[in-house]
Structure formats: C-alpha cells, structure tokens
C-alpha cells in the first residue's frame, strides 16, 4: 500500500500522470486491511480500549469484563450491522457494481461485501473470546480444597 501510493505520488507530481484505477487499488487495500484485520486484533486483545481500570482487575474480572463487552455489545452490533447493510451489499452484487470514475476498478461488489464479511468475522471471533471467558470464570469459581494432604509416594519409606 506504501509502496502504491508513493507510485501515485510520484507519478502525478513527477511525470504528471495519473491512474484512477491505481488511486482505487490504495483505497481498496486500506478497507480490505482493516476491516479483516479487526477480527484479528481481537484476537490478540491489541484493539482500543478505555484501560481506566481493566489492567487493574484481576484475569477472572477481566474475563468477566470481556465476556458482557461481547455479549452485549460487540455481537449485537455486528448483527445490526449485518443486518442493515445485507440489502445494500446485495444490490451491488446484483448490478456487478463497478467503479463511479472512469477507468476505475471494476469490482466495487467484491469490497463491499466485507461490510459483511466483517461483522462475521468478529462474531465468530467474539463467541471464540467468550468460550475463553466462561472458562476463566468457571476455573476461579471451583473450589480449592485445602485441607487435602498431598499423598506421599514412598509409602512412608525413608
């Protein structure tokens, strides 16, 4: 993408030429890497967030944190997003929807089907995290018992 744009840059300014096409590639390279990445970040928990108090919880309130984040937030904007823009996505895979300008790239249908694709991504990404959750949870929850002696394996022989 760095290296396209300063193509672009060179190009126009250098020979004074320029390609629509090339400019669209750029844009459609920072859409394609963002919105499939953010399911990755996720992943990793290297996406923004407000760390008031989370780096101060525990792993267990962290967990706790995430798991209600997800459920009550993430994934039910994802659906509405998935929702509202089904129809919009559709209609441009039904016209093979091309580019505006002339000599731009002819696939608009195949970039705006990641405002599907993404949402689906980071709820199977969240419902992943939220497994994870529920089991740190669950794994505070159960109980230690400190009475038990560990058993000694020598049957009291020295």
């Known amino acids: 993408m760095v290296i396209l744009m300063t193509l672009?840059?060179?190009?126009?300014?250098g020979f004074n030429l320029g390609w629509i096409?090339?400019?669209?590639?750029?844009?459609?390279?920072?859409?394609v890497t963002l919105m499939l990445g953010m399911s990755y970040v996720l992943k990793h928990d290297k996406h923004v967030r407000v760390d008031i108090f989370y780096n101060r919880f525990t792993p267990q309130k962290q967990?706790?944190?995430?798991?209600?984040?997800?459920?009550?937030l993430l994934i039910p904007t994802c659906l509405f997003i998935i929702y509202?823009?089904?129809?919009?996505v559709a209609q441009s895979w039904q016209f093979m929807e091309g580019s505006q300008e002339a000599g731009g790239?002819?696939?608009?249908?195949?970039?705006k089907t990641l405002i599907i694709a993404m949402p689906i991504l980071l709820v199977t990404q969240a419902i992943s995290?939220?497994?994870?959750?529920?089991k740190k949870i669950r794994a505070n929850e159960q109980p230690q018992d400190?009475?038990?002696?560990?058993?000694?394996?020598?049957?009291?022989a020295n």
């Open 84 to 88: 509202i823009s089904f129809d919009y």
């Open 8 to 13: 672009v840059v060179t190009l126009r300014y």
């Open 129 to 134: 995290d939220s497994v994870v959750s529920v």
């Open 146 to 156: 400190v009475n038990k002696q560990p058993q000694n394996i020598n049957n009291g």
């Open 63 to 72: 967990a706790v944190v995430n798991l209600v984040g997800h459920l009550l």
């Open 21 to 31: 096409a090339l400019q669209e590639c750029i844009i459609y390279l920072h859409a």
């Open 105 to 111: 790239v002819p696939f608009v249908y195949l970039l």
